[in-house]
């Protein structure tokens, strides 16, 4: 989980978290990150009054945003 996603910078890697994803995706999404949940950082979205989500380029070809508390930062 990622926990100060400001400190991130666009391009870096990044991994979905499988197991802190919600309902919120459809199952064939799914199937394909269980095969390669890496991805870029390409930028960011505002997605209620106080929270914010990550957006991910994702190695699968699919650009989809994703909360801090559903991805891990890779070194």
Do not use: A, C, H
């Amino acid at each position: 989980m990622i926990l100060d996603s400001s400190k991130l910078q666009k391009g870096q890697l990044v991994e979905v978290d499988l197991n802190n994803l919600n309902d919120r995706f459809p199952l064939d999404l799914i199937t394909k990150l269980q095969k390669d949940p890496i991805g870029k950082l390409v930028g960011y979205k505002m997605v209620d009054g106080n929270q914010f989500g990550l957006v991910v380029k994702l190695n699968i070809g699919i650009t989809q945003w994703f909360f801090e508390k559903e991805l891990t930062e890779i070194n």
